[in-house]
């Protein structure tokens, strides 16, 4: 299975404060995903991204959001200015490739704990 | 806009029992995967199992196999010989195959709590 590494795995921030997540997959990948689950809720889409575009967006995804892979490896989710209720579990994923075993299959990383306090 | 519904917030299996998760979906698409997810108490979203919708065998994985009902839309987990490790809350999610295609998002269900008894 591919691997997805997020860092930090856990960060506590002030409200208001900025917040950069990243994602670096070990392979090159073409598309990624960022995903949120707040504590006991449903995982929810953020954003997919693709060829150094947002290819589409849930209405979560807000002003407050944005994503970029500035070095072509790293992808990166920024939130600006953070609320209390971004407190989540933020999942970067992948699609590994356009095989026939791997293509269609969206793989996980480890997440990143958000605290907002 | 497609949905994911699992209707059995918790269950619990004894040890070496069988157990089946239950999930339905509604799409007006015929192009699609489905799939398990896996997420222990360490919060990782771990991949159990995909089924493509025009394959009509059932997928199968080790002790992990499916029972997908295309028609009626059901796409239910069967776990064997359980083990204390298969503990933890498993999703299942929908993809698109259509139009965008790897771009397509998953969408998850609700999630179902899975206790395994020793």
């Known amino acids: 299975e591919p691997e997805v590494t997020q860092t930090p795995s856990h960060q506590v921030t002030q409200m208001g404060q900025e917040v950069i997540l990243r994602c670096v997959p070990i392979s090159n990948h073409l598309y990624f995903y960022w995903y949120r689950q707040i504590l006991g809720q449903k995982v929810e889409f953020l954003v997919s991204?693709?060829?150094?575009?947002?290819?589409?967006k849930s209405e979560i995804f807000d002003d407050q959001f944005s994503v970029e892979r500035p070095d072509g490896s790293n992808f990166t989710l920024k939130i600006r200015s953070t609320k209390l209720e971004d407190s989540a579990m933020y999942f970067c994923a992948i699609v590994a490739g356009l095989s026939r075993v791997y293509g269609n299959t969206i793989y996980f990383g480890e997440g990143s704990w958000l605290t907002v306090v | 806009a497609q949905t994911v519904t699992q209707s059995q917030p918790e269950m619990s299996v004894q040890e070496a029992e069988t157990v089946t998760l239950s999930c339905t979906y509604d799409?007006?698409?015929?192009?699609?995967?489905l799939f398990w997810y896996k997420q222990p108490p360490s919060r990782q979203m771990i991949l159990v199992i995909r089924q493509e919708a025009y394959k009509q065998q059932n997928a199968t994985e080790n002790r992990f196999s499916v029972n997908f009902q295309k028609a009626a839309k059901s796409f239910s987990l069967k776990i064997s010989d359980s083990q204390l490790g298969d503990a933890a809350m498993y999703f299942c999610a929908y993809r698109s195959e259509v139009a965008g295609g790897a771009t397509n998002k998953l969408i998850f269900g609700t999630g179902t709590l899975l206790a395994v008894q020793p």
């Open positions: 799409t007006s698409e015929s192009d699609y995967y």
């Open positions: 991204f693709y060829n150094n575009e947002i290819s589409e």
